[in-house]
């Protein structure tokens, strides 16, 4: 439940922020030359709750620790990942750009659990 429920919030975050940036923030965004990393922070968003969902129906019908592992450490990165980029937006300042790594991180081991769960059927 934690994926499919974290999945649909992160996915609809995802589309209410992008069309946030793409019409109210626009212009601001285009005036500090931030509008490509508030896409990117959008779009890897939709991402991370896109496999979250695929993580949610693949539980459904199979539980195990990998999997469930999986889902915190990809609902991490969907914060941590684009959250970074959306505070470098919002205050200017690109040391938030040294947590992104962080979020990147926690991405991939999500979906190398997923690879490990797909292996160990």
């Known amino acids: ?15 209410a922020l992008g069309a946030f940036g793409a019409h109210a923030w626009k212009d601001y965004l285009r005036d500090i030359n931030r509008l490509e990393t508030f896409e990117t922070a959008a779009r890897y968003q ?8 695929i993580l949610g129906v693949w539980q459904m019908q199979i539980s195990n620790k990998s999997l ?4 915190y450490l990809v609902f991490a990165g969907a914060v941590i990942f684009p959250g970074s980029l959306y505070l470098i937006c919002i205050t ?8 992104a790594p962080i979020g990147g ?11 490990y769960a797909t292996l160990k059927q």
């Open 1 to 15: 439940k934690f994926s499919l429920f974290s999945g649909s919030i992160i996915a609809g975050l995802s589309i």
């Open 46 to 53: 939709m991402y991370g709750g896109i496999i979250l969902l």
């Open 68 to 71: 469930k592992t999986a889902g």
């Open 92 to 99: 200017q300042n690109t040391l938030w750009g040294a947590v």
């Open 105 to 115: 991180l926690a991405y991939l081991a999500g979906l190398s659990l997923m690879a």
